[in-house]
C-alpha cells in the first residue's frame, strides 16, 4: 500500500487557467521522489492540492497517513520561540512526548540551546531547519517539501540536504518534493518526476539508482544531472506526439 | 553553522583596540569568537538601546522646563499680568488647594469611572464584532456597511440624541464614550484580522487545525500588536469625548472644572484640569501598553533588534 497515491489529478482554476492535467503520482513509504520542471508547470499547484489547501477539479487523491509540509519560506509563527514552532507541528503528541522530541529534534538540527529564540533572532538556514523539525515531530507518513531550500546559498542548501537525509532515516515517511534544482533532485531523490508546463503534466519518470550517501562529483551522479537536464529540455520542448499528456519511463533505467 | 544576527558593535570595538600582537598570532580567530560568544544576548543589545535612550527623553524636557521657568520669571518680575496665563507657581497652589480640599479627587475619580466603563463597553463591542465580522463573510457583508455608514457621522453629532434617549446624567455620557472607542477598535481589530498572512493560515490548515484552533492559535496572537494599537487610539478617543461629554452637562468630572474655570474667569483652574487629563491619558496608556508588553515580546525584539 503506498503512502500516496495521486490519480489523474487535474487543477483548472476559476479564471479558466488550467494548472494541472491528469497528473498521476505515487510515493512509497520511505521513498523520496522529486517534481522538477520549470515555472508553469503546476509543481506547486500539486502539491497545494496534496495538503488540502486547494480543491481539485478532476481525480483523487488517497493518503493514509498523518501529512505535513515545509514550505518555500520557513513560515514559522514569529510569536511562538524556535521550541514551540516545533511542537506546533506535534500538537497530536501527548505534552511529555512532544517536550522529549522537540529537545531531541532541538539537537538534531543543530540548535540545542536556540529554543527560546524568537524565529526573527534565527538566520535563514536556522528557520528553515526549525520548520524542517515541526514538520518531523509528528511522525507523518507523508512530508510534502515545496522548494524548502532554494531561498539558501548553497553552503547552507548542502548541509540542510544532508540534514533532510538523516532526519528521513529515522522515520521513513513518503516524501514528495518539488524543486527546480537538477542537483537537489538528484541528491535526494529516489524518483525524479519531470514535469512539463501549459498545463503541468507529467512528461516522464526518471531513476536515481545511487546508494547514499550519494558523491556529487562521481561520474555517476553527473550521468544523472545530464539525464534529467535533457528531459528538462524535452520538457520546455514544443510536445512530440509520443510524449502528449503521457508517463514514459526513460529508457536508460 | 550560521552565526547568529546579532550586530554586537561594543565587541568588535573592543577587539579592535586590542594590544597589537605580533605578526603571525591568529587574532581573526580569537575577534571571530568573542562575537560569536555575544550572540546568546539579545539583553545586551537591550541595554545598550535603552541606556541610549536615556539622553534623548531628558532632551524632550528642556522645552516644557525652560518655557515654564521663563513664564515664572517673566510674570514675578511684572513683564506679564499672567491673568490669563498664571505662572507655574499659581497652578501648584490651585492644585495643592483642589487637592486638600478633595474636590480634585472626586473630578478625577468621576472622569476616570466613566473613561474606565465607557472603554470598556466600547472596546468589547468592538472587539466582539470585529471578531464577527472578521470571521464570517456572511456577517461582515450584512453588518459591515452599517457600521460603516454610522461610523461616517461625526461622534459628537449623536450627543441631542443620546440625551434625549438616555437623559442628561450618566447614560448619556457612557453611550458617547462608548461609541467613541468603539470604531477605531473595530475597524483596527477587522483589519488586522483580514490582513493576516494568509501564509501563515495554510501552516495551520496543513497541520490538521480546525477552524476554531486556527482562529485561537493563529489568528489571534497574529492580530494580537493591532488590537492593541487599537485599543490606544480608542482609550484616546475615550478621553477626547469624556470631556465632550461632561461639557455638556455635569456636576462632576475633570470637563466640568474646565467648564467651571471658564465660567469663573479662572484661568487657572482650566490649566490644571488640561494638565491632570495629560497625565491621566499618558498614565491610561502605560497601564495598557505595560500589560500588553508581555504578548508582545516577540515583536518588541524584533523591532528593538532592527
Known amino acids: 500500500m503506498s503512502a500516496l497515491v495521486v490519480r489523474g489529478l487535474g487543477k483548472t482554476y476559476a479564471d479558466g487557467t488550467e494548472a494541472l492535467r491528469g497528473v498521476d503520482v505515487q510515493v512509497e513509504g520511505g521513498e523520496i521522489v522529486a517534481i522538477l520542471g520549470g515555472s508553469g508547470c503546476g509543481k506547486t499547484t500539486l502539491l497545494r492540492l496534496i495538503a488540502g489547501l486547494d480543491e481539485p477539479s478532476a481525480g483523487e487523491i488517497a493518503v493514509d497517513t498523518v501529512i505535513s509540509a515545509v514550505f518555500q519560506e520557513p513560515r514559522l509563527l514569529p510569536w511562538l520561540t524556535a521550541a514551540a514552532n516545533i511542537a506546533f507541528g506535534g500538537r497530536r503528541l501527548n505534552t511529555a512526548e512532544r517536550q522529549e522530541r522537540t529537545e531531541s529534534l532541538l539537537r538534531r538540527i543543530g540548535l540545542a540551546g536556540y529554543g527560546k529564540r524568537w524565529p526573527r533572532e534565527l538566520s535563514g538556514g536556522q528557520q528553515q531547519r526549525v520548520a524542517i523539525a515541526r514538520a518531523l515531530i509528528g511522525h507523518p507518513g507523508v512530508l510534502l517539501l515545496d522548494e524548502p531550500f532554494s531561498a539558501l546559498d548553497t553552503f547552507t542548501r548542502a548541509s540542510l540536504h544532508d540534514l533532510l537525509l538523516d532526519l528521513w532515516r529515522d522515520l521513513q515517511p513518503a516524501v514528495l518534493m518539488v524543486t527546480h534544482d537538477i542537483e537537489e533532485a538528484v541528491v535526494l531523490a529516489d524518483r525524479i518526476v519531470v514535469m512539463r508546463p501549459h498545463p503541468g503534466r507529467v512528461q516522464e519518470t526518471l531513476r536515481v539508482g545511487l546508494p547514499r550517501p550519494r558523491d556529487r562529483l562521481a561520474p555517476e551522479f553527473d550521468l544523472i544531472k545530464r539525464t534529467a537536464l535533457r528531459a528538462i529540455n524535452r520538457s520546455l520542448s514544443p510536445p512530440p506526439e509520443m510524449h502528449r499528456g503521457g508517463s514514459g519511463v526513460s529508457p536508460w533505467v | ?306
Not at chain 2, 471578531?131 to 452599517?146: E, F, I, K, Q, T
Open chain 2, 1 to 306: 553553522m550560521d552565526l547568529p544576527l546579532v550586530h554586537d558593535t561594543d565587541r568588535t570595538v573592543m577587539a579592535a583596540e586590542a594590544p597589537p600582537r605580533l605578526p603571525g598570532q591568529a587574532r581573526g580567530v580569537d575577534a571571530d569568537l568573542r562575537r560569536h560568544d555575544a550572540g546568546g544576548s539579545p539583553a545586551d543589545a537591550r541595554v545598550q538601546r535603552a541606556a541610549g535612550l536615556w539622553p534623548g527623553a531628558c532632551l524632550g524636557l528642556v522645552i516644557p522646563l525652560a518655557g515654564a521657568v521663563a513664564w515664572e520669571l517673566a510674570v514675578r518680575h511684572g513683564l506679564a499680568s499672567g491673568r490669563l496665563m498664571p505662572p507655574p507657581s499659581r497652578l501648584a497652589q490651585t492644585a495643592a488647594v483642589l487637592a486638600r480640599s478633595g474636590e480634585l479627587q472626586t473630578h478625577m475619580l468621576a472622569t476616570m469611572g466613566r473613561v474606565g466603563l465607557g472603554f470598556a463597553i466600547g472596546a468589547a463591542a468592538g472587539t466582539a464584532l470585529g471578531m464577527l465580522n472578521g470571521a464570517s463573510r456572511m456577517a461582515l457583508r450584512l453588518l459591515d456597511p452599517s457600521v460603516q455608514a454610522l461610523r461616517a457621522i461625526p461622534s459628537i453629532a449623536w450627543v441631542p440624541l443620546f440625551i434625549l434617549w438616555l437623559g442628561i446624567f450618566e447614560t448619556s455620557k457612557l453611550a458617547l464614550i462608548a461609541l467613541g472607542v468603539f470604531f477605531p477598535v473595530y475597524l483596527g481589530l477587522l483589519t488586522a484580522i483580514q490582513s493576516v498572512d494568509r501564509k501563515l493560515i495554510e501552516v495551520g490548515r496543513v497541520f490538521g487545525l480546525s477552524r476554531i484552533e486556527i482562529a485561537l492559535l493563529v489568528t489571534w496572537p497574529a492580530v494580537m500588536p493591532a488590537w492593541i494599537a487599537a485599543l490606544r487610539t480608542g482609550l484616546g478617543l475615550g478621553f477626547m469625548f469624556v470631556v465632550a461629554a461632561e461639557l455638556m452637562g455635569a456636576s462632576e468630572g475633570l470637563g466640568y472644572l474646565l467648564l467651571d474655570g471658564e465660567q469663573m474667569g479662572r484661568a487657572d483652574e482650566i490649566l490644571v484640569a488640561m494638565f491632570v487629563f495629560a497625565v491621566l491619558g499618558k498614565a491610561a496608556d502605560s497601564v495598557l501598553v505595560s500589560a500588553a508588553r508581555p504578548v508582545l515580546r516577540w515583536q518588541d525584539t524584533h523591532r528593538l533588534r532592527l
